[in-house]
């Protein structure tokens, strides 16, 4: 079963590969794994979309937790989430199919970002179930290059990633300060973590 997965991290050189890295060594599977920039300077945004069972799913997110950049990790498992995907495609076209594939993009909501004398590029974006039906119709016109860049989400309504204090206050714990403060490990972590 897939599982979305966002992890706030902190900015700084090394905590992509630290954290596919991780993956590798325990033989986890990503299926999509998303980094970018959020609305503060030190802080970056991992959405990681992986297949597993629950017992695989809990080890991962306990894997993620240890690492020292790793500020908060967050499981859509249970939480209604938005997600969204983005997909460009580059098909060949002439004169006479140049029209049927716009007709196509439109009724799939996408854009036309690129027309060619012989290629015509669209965008997508949404859910991956779309995308399959949209290559589907599209393949007999001949896909020259797909590219997708991976799932991105969020938690539906006031629910935030950003702010780690709610959950620790509700669940009777001490809020965390000082988010882009680098966080020293525990003897535990430090110990249980294997090197390189």
């Known amino acids: 079963m897939k599982h979305v997965i966002t992890a706030l991290v902190m900015n700084e050189p090394g905590v992509l590969a630290h954290v596919a890295g991780m993956f590798a060594a325990r033989g986890f599977n990503i299926d999509s794994l998303v980094v970018g920039r959020t609305e503060d300077p030190n802080l970056s945004r991992m959405t990681i979309v992986t297949v597993a069972d629950e017992r695989t799913l809990d080890q991962v997110r306990k ?11 967050r499981d859509y498992k249970e939480v209604p989430f938005v997600s969204r995907d983005l997909m ?3 098909l060949r076209s002439t004169a006479a199919t140049r029209g049927e594939i716009i007709e196509l993009t439109s009724l799939f909501r996408g854009q036309v970002v690129d027309v060619g004398t012989n290629s015509i590029i669209v965008q997508l974006a949404g859910q991956e179930e779309k995308f ?6 599209v393949r007999p ?7 997708r860049t991976g799932v991105v989400a969020m938690a539906r309504g006031t629910d935030s990633l950003r702010n780690p204090g709610a959950e620790e206050a509700s669940a009777g714990k001490a809020p965390r300060t000082a988010i882009a403060a680098k966080r020293q490990p525990t003897q535990e972590e430090l ?3 294997p090197p390189g």
């Open 63 to 73: 894997q993620l937790a240890k690492i020292v950049t790793v500020v908060k990790v």
């Open 132 to 137: 399959e039906a949209f290559v589907e119709l």
């Open 88 to 90: 460009l495609v580059k």
């Open 191 to 193: 110990e249980s973590t």
């Open 141 to 147: 016109y001949g896909i020259l290059e797909l590219g």
